[in-house]
Each structure stands twice: as structure tokens, then as C-alpha cells.
């Protein structure tokens, strides 16, 4: 069996996560799927920023695990979910990295989402409170419970 390589990120890869100072509201098929104030922003090399969201404010009861996995040498293996509301667009949507890396171990406990597999994922920059609350749809305490 052949060991799986592990790299450090480092100048020729670099990678950086910080707090996420915006809402950031994900939907697919009129469905609010995950709804945070809390995710993380994974930029990596050359590779278009990524929202991490916390599990807590995703909506898993719109997701299904799917059997498809990845390997990252710099953040570890990768799970996957569908949203079967989105159909077909929307296999294999959702990414975690369950147990990543140490260099990368804040996106424990977060997914991400492919932008192209959901039908939206806004961001609303805080100004006032009020003013954010009335930009955004809200999907309840947890959706809508």
C-alpha cells in the first residue's frame, strides 16, 4: 500500500484561513442549506478563496454523505455530500475535511461548498445590525425549526 504524501504549506504554497467578518448565507432550489456569522476563509496558492462553514449552521438534514473522497497532501481526506434538492448540479456539493492536517486544523467541524453546485452563496458585510437583518432572508434559529 502506498503511503499517502503530506506537505506543509510554505511559500511555493501557501495557505492562510481567517475569520470571516461577513454573513454568509448559502441556498440551493429556494432553500437556505447553511446560514452562518461565523465562517472561515481558506485562501490557498492560486486557488479561488473558500467560505468554511461551522457544521452547527448547516442544515445536514438537506444533505446526504455520499461515498466519494479526495486527498488533499496539505489538508488530508476529504468527505463529500449531495443536496438532492439542487439534483444533479448538486452531487457531491458539499466538502469536509473531518480530521485535516495540523497546519490546517481550524476547518475542523466545517464544510465548504462548490459555488457552481449551489445556486447562491451570499455574503452581507456587517453595517448595522438592523441593516443586515433586513438584507438577507432569514431561515430561523436553524432553519426554519
Known amino acids: 500500500m502506498k503511503t499517502k504524501q503530506v506537505k506543509l504549506p510554505g511559500p ?85 475535511y473531518e480530521d485535516p492536517f495540523p497546519a490546517v486544523e481550524q476547518i475542523k467541524g466545517h464544510v465548504a461548498f462548490y459555488p457552481d453546485r449551489v445556486d447562491e452563496i451570499a455574503e452581507q458585510l456587517p453595517t448595522t445590525r438592523e441593516s443586515s437583518k433586513r438584507s438577507l432572508p432569514m431561515f430561523g434559529d436553524k432553519f426554519g425549526e
Do not use: M
Request: aromatic letters at 10%; a neutral charge.
Open 12 to 96: 511555493d504554497h501557501p495557505i492562510s484561513i481567517q475569520p470571516n467578518p461577513a454573513r454568509v448565507v448559502v441556498s440551493v432550489a429556494g432553500r437556505g442549506i447553511a446560514d452562518t456569522r461565523n465562517a472561515l476563509t481558506l485562501r490557498e496558492a492560486d486557488y479561488p478563496p473558500v467560505k468554511y462553514i461551522p457544521r452547527e449552521d448547516v442544515d445536514f438534514s438537506q444533505l446526504e454523505r455520499t461515498d466519494h473522497a479526495t486527498y488533499c497532501p496539505y489538508k488530508g481526506d476529504c468527505n463529500y455530500y449531495s443536496i438532492p434538492a439542487g439534483g444533479k448540479k448538486s452531487v457531491n456539493a458539499v466538502w469536509s
